[in-house]
């Protein structure tokens, strides 16, 4: 039977099997194999240069949190300077632990903190949204309105404190996820722009970077947790039944006997990537970027998705 | 022999037999062995650690799904 000692120094108690490479680390080893790890992504993926200002999207989630504790290194060094964004989109019971979380995070790491609420930006929650959309035949999901808003305020923010770069916490199981969803779906037009950054399809977005690309969900949760750091574990409770949640359990059930499929997706994708998007964009006549003659802001039509949802919204909770 | 298992609020003991796995507890009580992290008597341990009589086991999910 293998000795359970870490691989890397000998020490005696490990806190991760990594089934993919064998690996068997300690506390210690572990968190420096991972800030190792995201610090590589970083440096290979051209992520960030140096003076750049990053804005990180801070939930208070675990994914946002391991997050900016990483890239605190990178300030640390004065590499770049880093701010952080919380968003609260007004769910009770859920988003306040968030908040706090997030709020202490960045006041344990000296990070410059904003936060923007749904109901000071817009005047309304994601609560009374939804109140208003139960009485309707055909209710949207809240992640929906959710996902339109937040998009617009982390783009509005990014431009107001004059960031490089945006940068979000997406893990290793949420982009093989988003590779095969769209890949099963036939939605080519998605499938190209997922990658390490996006590429600049108007200059009025930041450019969004997603330097925990490479790290397995399970061992976010685990660098926070044996990193001291309080995390709000709980789920959203508008969250529902999505495909996404099925692309996500199989590949998690499918890793438990084939421990390499989540890194074996991610880098066949990324082989393959250049060739479809060449393809696909010789084919491609994509709408040019216009301006939004409402609130000003990059739309591909007339009037953004934003300002129609709040037209919307304001008919329905008025 | 048995372990008190803690997931949550939810806390309950469990008899086991020698030589038993944590991998084997979680099976049994159908928990997502890929969603969760492990302590055992307060240490975070791996999935292989053999259970001991009045161990208590906490399960943290950091995984939604599953």
Redesign the interface.
């Known amino acids: 039977m293998t000795k359970n000692v870490c691989t890397q120094c000998g020490y005696e108690h490990v806190v991760i099997h990594r089934k993919y490479n064998g690996q068997r680390l300690c506390s210690s080893c572990f968190k420096k194999s991972i800030e190792g790890k995201v610090l590589k992504t970083i440096k290979k993926q051209k992520l960030v240069t140096k003076g750049d200002k990053v804005l990180v999207g801070l939930s208070g989630g675990k994914d946002s949190v391991a997050l900016l504790k990483i890239l605190n290194i990178l300030k640390e060094k004065r590499i770049i300077e880093l701010e952080a964004v919380t968003i609260d989109e007004g769910i009770a019971g859920y988003r306040e632990e968030g908040v706090r979380i997030a709020k202490d995070v960045a006041k344990e790491l000296g990070v410059k903190h904003h936060i923007v609420s749904f109901a000071d930006k817009y005047n309304f929650t994601i609560d009374k949204i939804m109140e208003a959309e139960q009485k309707e035949e055909h209710p949207q999901h809240a992640c929906t309105y959710c996902g339109v808003f937040r998009r617009q305020i982390f783009n509005q923010m990014a431009r107001d404190v004059k960031a490089d770069k945006l940068a979000t916490g997406h893990n290793l199981d949420d982009e093989t996820q988003s590779i095969l969803m769209n890949y099963l779906e036939g939605n080519v037009n998605n499938m190209v722009r997922i990658g390490y950054k996006t590429e600049a399809r108007d200059k009025r977005f930041t450019q969004k970077i997603k330097p925990l690309r490479e790290i397995p969900e399970k061992e976010i949760g685990l660098y926070v947790l044996e990193s001291g750091f309080e995390v709000h574990f709980d789920g959203c409770p508008y969250a529902h039944e999505s495909f996404r949640m099925e692309i996500g359990d199989f590949l998690r059930e499918t890793t438990l006997k084939h421990p390499t499929i989540m890194y074996s997706t991610l880098n066949g994708f990324e082989k393959i990537k250049p060739a479809i998007k060449k393809d696909y964009m010789e084919n491609f006549t994509g709408k040019p970027n216009k301006t939004c003659i409402k609130c000003g802001e990059p739309s591909s039509q007339e009037i953004c998705k934003s300002c129609k949802f709040l037209e919307k919204i304001q008919n329905k909770i008025n | 022999m048995s372990i008190k298992l803690i997931n949550k609020q939810n806390v309950k003991e469990i008899d086991f037999v020698e030589d038993t796995k944590i991998e084997d507890i979680l099976k049994q009580e159908e928990i ?6 492990i302590k055992q008597n307060g ?7 053999i259970v001991n009589d009045n161990d208590e086991i906490e399960i ?7």
């Open positions: 997502p062995i890929e969603t969760v992290v240490e975070t341990v791996t999935e292989d650690e943290i999910k950091v995984i939604y799904g599953g």
